[in-house]
């Protein structure tokens, strides 16, 4: 019955045009929570899901509590009888400190890597891009004037001034996908944000 219950909410979720990201957040916090529950998700309790959601810490915490809270909302009233998150508090934002890489860091990113990690690090520091936007960009997006970016932070399109070295860089690409995969295949930016967190341990730099 709770899995039954998380696929109609995923459902609804799809029916919104939410994005396939949050709605494979969601599946995979649901499942987990109905999971770990003594008599799964349509019968827990406040207490039990404090419980739970005490386990994790910072960011981890306030995303598994939104996602958690979302769902019993919507099950509320005509799947459910009553929210068992209801009068549980929200817990506190957590505080996100900037943390820009320093010029230092800069120079030994392009100096340690090839030509399509040189790429991928001008992209994300000149042009401010995302692993998704990143991954998404195409050389028809870009000219001397602005970087198109397709779909953005919450699915929204918008620009950014091209940058020199990155004009210097791309203007002779290719139609096509800036940043491949293997075999020349696309990539998203979920696997480019994993590689990339990889790449900068083994030259010894925070990802």
Avoid at 29 to 48: F, K, Q
Avoid at 78 to 103: E, I, K
Avoid at 120 to 136: K, N, T, W, Y
Wanted: glycine fraction near 10%.
């Amino acid at each position: 019955m709770g899995n039954d219950l998380i696929d109609a909410h995923l459902a609804h979720l799809r029916a919104l045009g939410q994005s396939a990201r949050t709605i494979v957040a969601r599946d995979n916090i649901l499942r987990r929570l109905h999971n770990h529950l003594p008599y799964g998700i349509v019968w827990a309790d406040t207490d039990e899901i404090q419980a739970w959601l005490a386990g994790f810490a910072g960011w981890t915490r306030y995303t598994y509590d939104g996602h958690t809270r979302s769902f019993f909302r919507w099950a509320d009233g005509h799947r459910l009888d009553g929210n068992p998150m209801l009068d549980l508090p929200r817990p506190a934002h957590p505080d996100l400190l900037p943390n820009p890489v320093t010029d230092a860091e800069l120079h030994t990113a392009l100096a340690q890597s090839d030509e399509w990690w040189r790429t991928v690090i001008l992209l994300a520091c000149q042009e401010g891009l995302r692993s998704s936007e990143i991954a998404g960009l195409c050389r028809e997006d870009i000219t001397a004037e602005r970087v198109l970016i397709r779909r953005g932070k919450g699915g929204r399109s918008g620009s950014v001034p091209t940058h020199r070295q990155i004009w210097a860089r791309l203007a002779g690409y290719p139609p096509g996908p800036i940043v491949c995969g293997r075999d020349d295949g696309p990539i998203t930016g979920r696997c480019l944000s994993a590689r990339a967190r990889g790449h900068f341990d083994a030259i010894g730099l925070p990802a």
